[in-house]
């Protein structure tokens, strides 16, 4: 971050005044705290409510509306198996939701143990490993089953791979770790190659060590050139480490929020350990909806085609977001942000000991934001500085009244805190 320039901040505070007054007199009500996807984004998948018409049959003739098929249709294993970038018998289909998968692999970790394991985890203090700023429901799964959170900083290509692989190696305690790989959720950073190879070769104290990586935005670009992800689960394969990693994804923010499809790639083995699991607790997922996606994606170039629209629809409110912080915090030294190439976030950080008042004062007038330490375990983000912006719902008017009061609560804040 940039120094502070003091003067100009001294001097434009009555017109800081006048704007948070103007603001406060409107009567604001804009909520900008999770990322989800908005009316327009939604209406691109509404061809999935009629594409079926009488026709509930599988291409084997499998009635869809009947019960059974633990881990997928065939078709749709196949379509998803190219989504994750792995082979039909290393996915395994769920409902509609990826964090569904991802907390029942830590409980079932917990309660019965993982593949190469000892047995349950629980018998022992657990411990992730959790790259700062992260998705916060990552660490309330944690939380829930009072697994020890510890946090890792993120980079631009990736968590701090000295850190983690000193963790790893020297705690049997550490057994596992959340990555968002690509365009990570708040900052939009993805791992690089290196990261990649030396996750998956690392060496760690715990055998049945593992990596929960959430590729949730794998599809989700706001550029015709995104960057290269490498693949985790080939690369724990060729280290002889193919047990490592479990991968997650969705088309939640692809189709429908409340209604896509969740799928786990992982080695055979995890997946037949999640398949014997899962069979205690449902007889089959929601086929009906695993045909519906068949027929309307059809492969993985409907679903890149139809991911365009997606970004054609939400660039423009990133490109708000940027333009305003940029000419709004730019050259003031208060604050500064990523300019994602893709995702569903833009990461703010403020000056240290900051954000927790900017929230609140954006409340106070009608803005609401994600709380503040929410990007960070038990809600503590050490320095009070970081804020996550979720531009995706609200319509552009907003998104620019919004972000101006985003810029005046910075500056009035640490105006504040430079005067005191």
Request: hydrophobic share 40%.
């Amino acid at each position: 971050m940039s120094s502070v320039n003091l003067t100009a901040l001294k001097a434009s505070a009555e017109d800081l005044e006048r704007r948070y007054a103007k603001f406060s007199d409107a009567r604001l009500s804009l909520d900008m705290t999770r990322g989800k996807p908005c009316p327009e984004q939604l209406d691109l998948a509404n061809g999935l409510l009629t594409v079926l018409g009488s026709d509930y049959r599988a291409a084997d003739g499998t009635d869809c509306r009947n019960y059974g098929g633990l881990d997928g249709l065939p078709e749709s294993k196949a379509l998803f198996a190219a989504f994750m970038e792995a082979s039909p018998k290393e996915v395994l289909l769920g409902d509609n939701s990826s964090l569904a998968l991802m907390h029942d692999t830590v409980a079932r970790a917990l309660s019965h143990g993982v593949p190469g394991g000892d047995g349950p985890w629980s018998r022992s203090p657990v411990k992730f490993l959790c790259p700062v700023p992260g998705y916060d429901r990552h660490f309330a799964i944690c939380e829930h089953f009072g697994v020890e959170m510890v946090n890792v900083d993120l980079y631009e290509d990736g968590p701090d791979m000295d850190r983690i692989e000193h963790l790893a190696a020297s705690d049997p305690a550490v057994k596992g770790m959340w990555v968002v790989p690509k365009y990570a959720n708040p900052s939009g950073a993805t791992c690089s190659a290196r990261v990649v190879e030396r996750l998956a070769a690392m060496r760690t104290a715990a055998k049945d060590f593992r990596i929960l990586w959430d590729n949730a935005y794998a599809h989700h670009h706001l550029t015709s050139s995104p960057p290269a992800l490498a693949s985790l689960l080939d690369a724990c394969k060729a280290a002889g480490n193919a047990d490592r990693v479990l991968t997650y994804g969705s088309t939640s923010k692809v189709s429908f929020a409340g209604a896509g499809i969740a799928v786990m790639a992982a080695s055979e083995a995890n997946v037949a350990w999640m398949r014997r699991h899962r069979s205690r607790s449902t007889i089959g997922p929601d086929k009906l909806n695993e045909l519906r996606h068949v027929r309307f994606f059809r492969d993985m170039d409907g679903v890149r085609a139809h991911m365009e629209k997606h970004a054609a629809i939400i660039r423009p409110k990133f490109d708000r977001v940027s333009s305003i912080l940029r000419r709004e915090l730019g050259d003031t030294g208060l604050g500064t942000f990523t300019e994602p190439l893709g995702g569903y976030f833009v990461s703010l950080d403020t000056m240290d000991g900051c954000a927790k008042a900017v929230v609140q004062m954006a409340a106070d007038i009608g803005v609401k934001l994600t709380e503040a330490g929410a990007t960070f375990p038990y809600g503590r983000d050490p320095r009070d500085r970081n804020i996550r912006i979720a531009p995706t719902l609200p319509n552009l008017a907003d998104i620019e009244t919004a972000m101006q009061v985003v810029a005046v609560c910075v500056k009035r804040v640490s105006l504040k805190k430079l005067a005191g």
